[in-house]
């Protein structure tokens, strides 16, 4: 019973968050200044006051914003989330388009940071007031408080330029190779652009895991492991991470959404094909549909991932578990 | 007791470094345990108990280490092992019962986990037969239902039922030593006297010899053969538990005594009006330790010579070592 109750409950509040959040960024550009029809004209090279006011009625822009609210909230009801003013083409297919690139970039660049952070700050927390310690905290600042598209531009710089082993920008060569090829050409693209965006979140995760291995390490369970006869390895990494990571865990979650916005900054550095930099074009073109549609996927990708790490919160500590069983 | 003890603590003298100042915390501990016997290691807060006790695991904390002095375990000295070697025998031949049940358990395994760890470790079991001998052990110490708490985490325990997997996992691999540091200080009294008929019940069948760390001589005068009391990192008195009950000789232990109301005041503990005696005082912290006896600034019956020099060993008859001028000086006599 209890079982079949939360998923349920938990989807009823994901579709009234996805409501909200549609509504709330359709009233929110309507605040916005500029005009997607003086863009396009404007792009055209001018027109008739007739023409104007035909593509206004073509975009459905003439009607009242309520109106257009309705029907926009009605049509993303089935999965049509309008066509797009500037590409010509349905604004889903468009995202579509975009979303895998993204989704590399930002999970290849979250995996590096939680798997190096985390081991970097374990290892630093073995020994607290050692050189790798310290070493360990002033890169991991320097790399959180450095903005990204510098630390972007400073890679670039060392490893396309001065010393190019990285290709400067994309996601693929000119002439894309064929088979196993195209993946590694793709990994080879991926390197500079998933270690920018990694820079911001090593810090935190090596400072997180550090401080919570630090505190793990001292507890009475830990000594209990010891007393048990455990090797060292065994008592720091079995009976310690396991505790340590989930601080970690809660961290993923909460910065899923902020890795989208990383990506974006990311994407434009690097010239990578993904949602943020059609983010940021559309917003430069008032390609309203566009926005709101990605602006939507994003919203969703957060909450699939909060729910992932609802569930992998469960699976790291069974007080959790248990609590809401 | 012909045979040789099954441990042997001589001399022990453990210091700690501060990064300013090192500083004495054992200062020529000396007791033993027999095979099968029980040790009551007695004194307040501060005075050793715990750091002999993590010293003769092999688990003193960063910054202590042991000066001089030897532990031998079975006739070989646990000093000169390697860690390895020691770090073997932690959990199969010697274990030890914390304090704190509620946070001696690692959260987020299931006891049936924790308790056949060692089992796996020591005894190369396969996960199977250790889950096995988990639920034979929460069975022997008297959990009811072991085929499904061997399943549970330990938030779903309570601190009584914690204890008793404690008790448990360091008994899991037969050990001949186990070490109970405090093991229900943090415990209801009614638990309390459940967990020590439990630790006699356990050492009958398996013949543990049992070191009791406690500042309640009510509890060694159910549970313990011996006692030792520690009084600021050293030893004050030892001898057999019925000796040193009728004949407490170091003022001390008459201290400790007067402050336990079951123990020897008989009904008078039950009597209105009757008033419990305190040790007047604190233990000194460490390295602020007086030149001569250690507990003259606390005794009631220090004089000038008390605080001057330290105080030798004496030997009353044949099992009793106390450390006090009085005493030697009123042999003298």
């Given at each position: 019973?209890?079982?079949l ?9 994901s ?56 029907i ?9 989330l ?24 930002a ?18 927390a ?24 510098w630390?972007?531009?400073m ?7 001065i ?23 793709v990994?080879?693209?991926?390197v ?23 505190d793990v ?13 455990l090797?060292e ?33 990311v ?17 430069l073109?008032?390609?309203y549909?566009?926005?709101l ?6 919203s ?7 729910a ?6 469960r699976?790291?500590?069974?007080r ?6 | 007791m012909?045979?040789a ?39 307040e807060?501060?005075c ?8 003769i695991?092999g688990?003193?904390?960063?910054g ?5 002095g030897?532990?031998k375990l ?19 031949v ?19 986990d924790?308790?056949g ?5 020591h ?12 639920i034979?052990?929460?069975?022997a110490v008297q ?10 985490y ?6 009584g ?30 638990v ?30 159910e549970?313990a ?8 990192g ?5 001898g ?16 400790l ?37 250690r507990?003259?600034?606390?005794c009631?019956?220090?004089d000038?010579h ?19 001028w009085?005493?030697t ?5």
């Amino acid at each position: 019973m209890t079982n079949l109750k939360q998923p349920l409950v938990f989807l009823a509040q994901s579709v009234g968050l996805a409501l909200a959040v549609v509504v709330l960024n359709f009233l929110l550009i309507q605040l916005a200044p500029g005009d997607p029809v003086s863009v396009i004209v404007g792009e055209m090279g001018g027109a008739s006051e007739e023409v104007i006011a035909q593509m206004r009625a073509a975009y459905g822009l003439d009607k009242s914003v309520l109106e257009q609210l309705l029907i926009y909230v009605s049509k993303v009801a089935v999965g049509d989330l309008g066509y797009s003013y500037y590409h010509n083409s349905p604004v889903l297919q468009l995202i579509m388009q975009r979303l895998p690139a993204t989704v590399l970039l930002a999970l290849s660049a979250l995996t590096l940071a939680v798997v190096l952070g985390t081991l970097v700050g374990v290892l630093s927390a073995r020994k607290p007031h050692g050189l790798l310690s310290s070493f360990v905290t002033v890169v991991s600042l320097i790399g959180y408080a450095a903005p990204v598209f510098w630390t972007g531009l400073m890679l670039l710089l060392l490893f396309s330029a001065i010393w190019p082993i990285f290709p400067t920008s994309g996601m693929v060569q000119m002439r894309a190779p064929k088979g196993f090829m195209y993946y590694v050409d793709v990994a080879h693209h991926l390197v500079l652009p998933a270690v920018t965006l990694a820079s911001i979140y090593i810090a935190s995760y090596s400072r997180l895991s550090r401080t919570s291995m630090i505190d793990v390490l001292s507890q009475d369970y830990i000594r209990t492991a010891r007393a048990k006869g455990l090797p060292e390895g065994k008592v720091v990494y079995k009976h310690g991470l396991r505790n340590g990571l989930i601080p970690v865990v809660t961290m993923v979650g909460l910065q899923f959404g902020q890795l989208f916005a990383g990506a974006t900054l990311v994407e434009t550095v690097f010239n990578w094909p993904g949602l943020g930099r059609l983010a940021f074009e559309s917003i430069l073109r008032r390609d309203y549909p566009t926005i709101l549609g990605i602006l939507l996927m994003t919203s969703i990708l957060v909450m699939v991932a909060n729910a992932l790490t609802d569930l992998a919160y469960r699976l790291v500590d069974p007080r959790i578990r248990s609590k809401r069983a | 007791m012909s045979t040789a003890p099954l441990l042997e603590v001589t001399d022990l003298v453990v210091e700690v470094d501060n990064g300013k100042r090192i500083l004495p915390v054992l200062d020529g501990v000396t007791f033993s345990v027999d095979a099968g016997r029980t040790l009551g290691l007695v004194g307040e807060s501060g005075c050793g108990k715990s750091m002999t006790a993590l010293a003769i695991m092999g688990l003193l904390p960063q910054g202590f280490r042991v000066k001089s002095g030897d532990i031998k375990l079975d006739g070989k000295s646990l000093l000169s092992m390697g860690p390895d070697a020691l770090r073997k025998l932690r959990g199969s031949v010697m274990s030890m019962v914390f304090q704190e049940p509620m946070t001696s358990l690692n959260p987020v395994f299931t006891v049936g986990d924790q308790i056949g760890e060692a089992l796996r470790l020591h005894e190369h079991l396969n996960a199977a037969d250790a889950r096995t001998r988990a639920i034979e052990m929460l069975r022997a110490v008297q959990i009811p239902a072991p085929e499904e708490r061997v399943d549970n985490y330990p938030h779903q325990l309570s601190g009584g039922m914690r204890q008793r997997v404690m008790i448990a996992m360091a008994l899991a691999c037969r050990p001949r030593l186990l070490i109970c540091d405090e093991p229900t200080t943090a415990l209801d009294v009614t638990v309390q006297a459940q967990i020590f008929s439990l630790l006699e019940t356990l050492q009958k069948e398996m013949g543990t010899s049992i070191i009791l760390i406690t500042h309640d001589l009510g509890a060694v005068a159910e549970m313990a053969d011996d006692v030792a009391v520690l009084y600021a990192g050293k030893r004050a008195e030892a001898g057999p538990v019925a000796t040193i009950l009728d004949n407490p000789s170091h003022p001390y232990t008459r201290g400790l005594m007067s402050c336990t109301p079951r123990l020897r005041l008989g009904s008078a503990a039950l009597t209105p009006g009757h008033t419990l005696a305190e040790v007047r005082g604190m233990v000194p912290p460490l390295g602020q330790f007086e030149a001569g006896c250690r507990f003259s600034p606390r005794c009631p019956m220090a004089d000038a010579h008390c605080h001057a020099a330290p105080p030798p060993d004496v030997h009353l008859g044949a099992s009793q070592t106390v450390l006090c001028w009085k005493v030697t000086q009123e042999q003298a006599a």
